[in-house]
C-alpha cells in the first residue's frame, strides 16, 4: 500500500488522501486526491477534487479532477503536473495543492513531523494551503500553521485510515 503524507502548515497526516467535514450533522466528503504524481509515470499529474462553498455556505468553487466544473468567471485555477491553485479575482488564493519533495526547505525542522520525514519515506508528500471554509469552519492554511475557526495549530503528527475527519470537535483519523 502506498504510503501519503497530508501536509496542512507544519502539521502531518499520514493516511488516505481525504477530507470529510462534518456539515449540518452529516459527514461529508469535502477533499480527495483522484491522482497522484509519479515521478518515474509519464504523464502523471496531481489531480484533486473539491467543493468549496463561502461563508454563506454558497458554491465558491468545485474542483473535479482538478479542472473548475461550478464557481463563478472570475475564479483562475492554475494546474501542472504538480500543483493545482485557486485563485479569486483579487489573486487571493482560495486552496492550492502541490506535491513536494521531502527535502522541500519550507518543511519543518524540528519536532515529531522532521523525525517522520527523516526516518520514513513516502509515496506522495501533499501539502495543502489557502483560505476557505470547510463546511462552517474556517480554515487559513499556510507553510507554518493551520487555522481553524480560533484554533491554530502547530507540528502535530497523526496517522490513520479512512481518511483525515474535520468534526465540531476538531481534526481526527
Known sequence: MEKVAIILGSNMFIGDPVLIVEINGKMV?????RERFRVLSTGSYLTVDCDIKDKDNKREVKLEKSKLVAGQETIKVIYDHKLTQVKREDGSTIIKIEHIESNDPT??????????????????????????????NKLYIDNDSLKVNTSTFRG??????GGL????????F
Open 107 to 136: 518543511l519543518p525542522k524540528e519536532g515529531p513531523v522532521a523525525k517522520k520525514l527523516k526516518m520514513e519515506t513516502f509515496d506522495s508528500i501533499i501539502r495543502i494551503t489557502g483560505d476557505f471554509y470547510a463546511g462552517s
Open 165 to 172: 475527519l474535520l468534526t465540531s470537535s476538531g481534526f481526527a
Open 29 to 33: 466528503e469535502f477533499f480527495k486526491v
Open 156 to 161: 502535530n503528527l497523526k496517522e490513520g485510515k
